[in-house]
């Protein structure tokens, strides 16, 4: 599998990448809509908060998980395939949903869902977001176990989790392991006809992801669902990506619904402060270094300049790894955030309205460091 290489300059479209990755799912195809009908349905999906939990047990976390996590079978359009994986997430009149990556079904002619209990459907695709790489299928039962959300903003660093999925092919395994990292930013390469993709804050864990884990539950000690594995770094070990459950959970209430989901969208131009300081560049205060707002962007048109240091979005501070992309992540494109910028020695306030990155000009684009 082939590794990108990170950009010194980081383009906020919201994307852009620090960190090397590979989907794993053997290959990935270029994502598509699905060809069949979407009918909509009307479908809340709750949220847990964190409840204490007596000790850290994995057996325990898959008695209340594992029952509805499922194995995709994925036949693609023009042959091939790979498997997956899946977890339920509602019922509506006699249907199920279930959620999974969308590099998983994507340009599927079939999809098989195979649940631990031995039931197996035909499923279809309710609706996919490239952009996220999240989709929706469901199937025609609604007596499935159900998972259930757990809140992703109230993960810490060195939390521990379970991951269970059908990496390989082999179905309903376990790994477990702790959240290494919160607010990463990772990146695919494009090759054979695939594009390059991006994700601007997914959760990092040494929970040990594979083949087949992609669309997978990540979950906390009690078994509530706070991530979606979607990949895995192939030049180390112990290192993979989960995407935050409360993105996971907008993003398929949307697909369930039926509505085409929106992606907070700033179009800046940046770099982190790890980066700016390896490069030589030595300024006061903390935060991300702005290198070009793109023409015609909310970033430009919030007057943001080359030489701005972002220190904040909103109270959250771009520090101890906190990201921009991750600040702006629990925001819906259109609503307002307050930047705090160093520039000149002063700090100054800047009210910025939050684009959709889904209907941004791919024309520009981020200078060469």
Same mark, same amino acid.
């Given at each position: 599998m082939r590794l990108v290489k990170p950009s010194a300059a980081i383009a906020l479209g919201l994307l852009v990448a620090t960190a090397c990755t590979t989907h794993p799912i053997g290959s990935r195809t270029s994502p598509s809509p699905s060809s069949l009908p979407i009918p909509t349905a009307v479908v809340t999906l709750p949220v847990v908060s964190p409840a204490p939990v007596a000790g850290f047990n994995p057996a325990q976390v898959v008695q209340v998980l594992g029952p509805a996590?499922?194995?995709?079978? /994925?036949?693609?359009? &023009?042959? &091939?395939?790979?498997?997956?994986?899946?977890? !339920?997430?509602? *019922?509506?009149?006699?249907?199920?949903?279930?959620?999974?990556?969308? *590099?998983? !079904?994507?340009?599927?002619?079939? /999809?098989?869902?195979?649940?631990?209990?031995g039931r197996h459907f035909t499923a279809t695709v309710q609706g996919n977001d490239p952009l996220q790489d999240i989709a929706v299928v469901k199937v025609a039962d609604d007596s499935l176990p159900l998972a259930q959300f757990g809140d992703s903003t109230k993960l810490v660093v060195g939390q521990q989790v379970v991951a269970i999925g059908s990496p390989l092919g082999n179905q309903s395994t376990v790994t477990a392991g702790i959240i290494s990292a919160l607010h990463r930013t990772i990146s695919t390469s494009a090759s054979g006809g695939v594009p390059a993709e991006s994700l601007p804050d997914v959760l990092q864990t040494d929970a040990a992801i594979n083949p087949g884990n992609s669309g997978g539950p990540l979950a906390d000690a009690a078994g509530n669902v706070i991530g979606v594995n979607t990949a895995t770094n192939s030049a180390g070990q112990g290192i993979g990506y989960a995407i935050p459950?409360?993105?996971?959970?907008?993003?398929?209430?949307?697909?369930?619904?039926?509505?085409?989901?929106? *992606?907070?969208?700033? &179009?800046?131009?940046?770099?982190?402060?790890?980066?700016?300081?390896?490069?030589? /560049?030595?300024?006061?205060?903390?935060? /991300?270094?702005?290198?070009? =707002?793109?023409?015609?962007?909310?970033? =430009?048109?919030?007057?943001l300049k080359t030489g701005d240091l972002i220190e904040k979005v909103d109270s959250v501070?771009?520090?101890?790894?906190?990201?921009?992309?991750?600040?702006?992540?629990?925001?819906?494109?259109?609503?307002?955030?307050?930047?705090?910028?160093?520039?000149?020695?002063?700090?100054?306030?800047?009210?910025?309205?939050?684009?959709?990155?889904?209907?941004?000009?791919?024309?520009?684009s981020c200078p060469a460091p």
């Open positions: 996590v499922a194995e995709l079978i /994925v036949t693609q359009t &023009g042959g &091939g395939g790979g498997i997956g994986s899946g977890f !339920v997430i509602a *019922h509506d009149t006699a249907v199920s949903f279930l959620v999974t990556n969308n *590099h998983v !079904v994507a340009n599927a002619s079939k /999809v098989i869902v195979l649940m631990p209990d459950s409360l993105i996971a959970k907008r993003i398929a209430q949307d697909l369930i619904a039926g509505r085409k989901p929106g *992606h907070p969208y700033i &179009g800046v131009c940046y770099q982190p402060e790890d980066a700016f300081l390896a490069g030589g /560049v030595d300024v006061a205060g903390y935060g /991300v270094l702005v290198t070009a =707002a793109l023409p015609g962007s909310p970033a =430009a048109k919030a007057g501070e771009l520090n101890n790894g906190q990201t921009l992309g991750g600040a702006i992540q629990t925001h819906a494109p259109g609503e307002t955030v307050q930047l705090t910028v160093m520039r000149g020695g002063s700090t100054t306030t800047l009210p910025l309205t939050l684009g959709d990155r889904s209907s941004a000009s791919t024309a520009a």
